[in-house]
Structures are given as C-alpha cells and as structure tokens.
C-alpha cells in the first residue's frame, strides 16, 4: 500500500513529467505562435503546478521545490542534448550533476 508520504513523490514525479512536456511544447510554439504546441504547453504547466501543489501535503516545500526544479532542470537539459540536438559543454554537465548531488544531499540531510 502506498503511504501518503510515497504519494506526495508520485505526484511531485508527475509534476515533473508535466514540466518536462510543457517546457518542450514551449520550444516548438514559436513564441506561442503555434496553437497546439501553446495549449500544450499551457495545460502541461497547469498540470504541474496542480500537482506540485498536492505534493505539498505530504512532502516539505524545500524538499519538493528542490527536486521539481533540479530534476526539471536536469531533464530539459537532456531532452535538449538527446531530442533537439542542442550540444552540452563540460561545464553544463558539471552544473547539471552538482544540481541532482544538491538534490540528494538535501533529501539525505533530513528534510522532510
């Protein structure tokens, strides 16, 4: 059985998921000119915050705000580098492991 606290990391995944496909619809609106790549960018951002927001039940602001954000960060960056051809120097990729290190230290560091 799923314990409300697992709950709360299943919709701060979902949250993410959410981000994640807003934020690439956003790369193809073209500066919201497109329609679907708009609405889907609107429902997907929607989406995640609605999410993020029910994860705050159960899981500390700090604790979810630093995942949804260094998780979101980290997946865009390689959404780009994989799906859009968009190049990743060493720096970027140092930045983007220091982020998920910072993740892990803060959920390992007892915040709750």
Excluded at 74 to 89: D, H, K, N, P, Q
């Amino acid at each position: 059985m799923c314990t409300l606290v697992h709950r709360g990391y299943l919709l701060l995944a979902g949250a993410i998921a959410a981000e994640g496909g807003a934020t690439t619809a956003m790369r193809y609106s073209e500066g919201f000119s497109k329609l679907w790549p708009s609405l889907l960018t609107l429902c997907g951002y929607v989406i995640s915050f609605a999410l993020l927001a029910q994860t705050l039940r159960t899981v500390s602001v700090g604790t979810a705000y630093a995942i949804w954000a260094g998780v979101g960060t980290a997946a865009i960056a390689t959404i780009g580098m994989v799906f859009l051809g968009e190049g990743m120097t060493l720096a970027q990729a140092a930045g983007i492991a220091l982020i998920i290190i910072g993740v892990v230290v803060l959920n390992l560091g007892g915040a709750h």
